[in-house]
Nanobody, 119 residues
């Protein structure tokens, strides 16, 4: 019953924008979870894109800093990733992650959404 579902991926031209959403089931209390976005390109390891703690503190990969913005709406049980000035190297499957900030640090992952940046 615990599930994260990403949406908003697609094909966009370089310089364009996309907004990814991550909707959590009622089994995940966003208010006590660090939310993160990760991505994985073919043949490459999954890498951190951005994280946001329950307090709203954010951290970004250097490759996306200044272009991407992670946010969360705990009332809607949803996290977002606003991606601007997209580059071809941003092409990857983007995954949502929830990490419990309490004991055990249980993690949940979404199914991923494809983002393709190409002209």
């Amino acid at each position: 019953q615990v599930q994260l579902v990403e949406s908003g991926g697609g094909l966009v031209q370089p310089g364009g924008s996309l907004r990814l959403s991550c909707a959590g089931s009622s089994g995940i209390i966003f208010g006590v979870n660090t939310m993160g976005w990760y991505r994985q390109a073919p043949g490459k390891q999954r890498e951190l894109v951005a994280v946001i703690s329950s307090f709203g503190r954010t951290n970004y990969a250097d490759a996306v800093k200044g272009r991407f913005t992670i946010s969360r709406d705990n009332a809607k049980n949803t996290a977002y990733l606003q991606m601007n000035s997209l580059k071809p190297e941003d092409t990857a499957v983007y995954y949502c992650n929830a990490r419990f900030e309490g004991p055990g640090h249980r993690e949940y992952w979404g199914q991923g959404t494809q983002v393709t940046v190409s002209s």
